[in-house]
């Protein structure tokens, strides 16, 4: 059989099917738009050995680089290409995508790889900006419940400063509790978690029961109950430098100029209240010397 009989055989030119080629590992580079931003050594090394031993089983996506011919920029694979690197192999398997690589990216990072859930909220609220979607849509690109990217999207809301640290892995904060603090809809109750969730001792349990005892003891806010230092959840109380943060997040919140909401408005009359009978407490309390 001759070689382009062959071809036609094998390679059709109006294949459904991308073909894998290989590429100089020099020629590649990552997206710095991708969701994930981490990549942990030792993953890395562990994931080079395998390839070392089995070979590499799957190619990586690539997307022709837009300025600069002969170079090739990663949809999805970022790790496997990393992991050639670290082996010293001079090209790798691939195969050229076309398609919306944003897409790609991240549903193939959500499919194979634990991203944390900073990493994810971040890509899929990128998303849903640069495709102009509604939560409907993207839930029904990335296969999930429209209540679980609500849930994902509302962690964004969290601190910067507490979400740089879980990008970071510097803390190591469970999705569900990054989940359950965002929800805390009171300013006053969510910046005494937000100091139990910096030092990395924070549960869902805990932020239930805050919520609860805020609920059942407003009018007794400042007070140290016995029932708040019970084992059933933290104390809820307010440090001077959490009151500085969320006097920041105020100004923050002030100078945007968007609505506060009904929900908003009703938290800060509460802390508003909260702050006068602290005040009126302390004036009538003088501080032992």
């Known amino acids: 059989m001759m070689i382009s009989e062959a071809s036609e055989t094998l390679v059709t030119s109006d294949s459904r099917f991308h073909h894998s080629f290989e590429v100089a590992l020099d020629s590649i580079e990552p997206?710095?738009?991708?969701?994930?931003?981490?990549?942990?050594?030792?993953?890395?090394?562990?994931?080079?050995?395998t390839m070392a031993a089995e070979g590499q089983l799957q190619p990586i996506l690539l997307r022709r680089h837009p300025s600069e011919r002969g170079r090739w920029v990663i949809v999805a694979g970022e790790r496997r290409w990393r992991a050639a690197q670290l082996n010293g192999w001079p090209t790798i398997l691939a195969i050229e995508h076309d398609k919306d690589p944003e897409i790609a990216s991240l549903v193939?990072?959500?499919?194979?790889?634990?991203?944390?859930?900073?990493?994810?909220?971040?890509g899929v609220r990128r998303l849903i900006e640069s495709k102009q979607w509604t939560q409907d849509q993207a839930a029904g690109v990335l296969g999930k419940p429209k209540s679980e990217v609500s849930a994902l999207l509302r962690i964004l809301s969290l601190p910067?400063?507490?979400?740089?640290?879980?990008?970071?892995?510097?803390?190591?904060?469970?999705?569900?509790?990054?989940?359950?603090?965002?929800?805390?809809?009171d300013l006053m109750v969510q910046e005494s978690l937000l100091?139990?969730?910096?030092?990395?001792?924070?549960?869902?349990?805990?932020?239930?029961?805050?919520?609860?005892?805020?609920?059942?003891?407003?009018?007794?806010?400042?007070?140290?109950?016995?029932?708040?230092?019970?084992?059933?959840?933290p104390p809820v109380?307010?440090?001077?430098?959490?009151?500085?943060?969320?006097a920041g997040r105020l100004r923050a919140a002030r100078e945007s100029g968007k609505p506060i909401g009904e929900k908003g408005r009703k938290s800060l009359q509460q802390l508003r209240q909260a702050i006068d009978e602290l005040l009126a407490n302390s004036t009538t309390r003088p501080q032992a010397e």
């Open 195 to 233: 100091q139990l969730a910096r030092e990395g001792a924070l549960t869902v349990k805990m932020i239930r029961s805050a919520k609860e005892n805020y609920g059942a003891n407003l009018s007794t806010r400042g007070e140290r109950s016995s029932d708040r230092k019970s084992s059933s959840g």
């Open 108 to 122: 193939e990072n959500l499919q194979r790889v634990d991203l944390n859930a900073v990493e994810e909220a971040t």
């Open 31 to 49: 997206d710095l738009e991708q969701a994930r931003k981490q990549h942990a050594p030792d993953d890395i090394a562990a994931l080079a050995g």
């Open 160 to 185: 910067s400063d507490l979400l740089a640290l879980v990008l970071t892995s510097e803390l190591s904060i469970p999705r569900n509790v990054l989940v359950e603090l965002a929800r805390v809809d």
């Open 237 to 246: 109380q307010v440090s001077f430098r959490a009151v500085e943060t969320m």
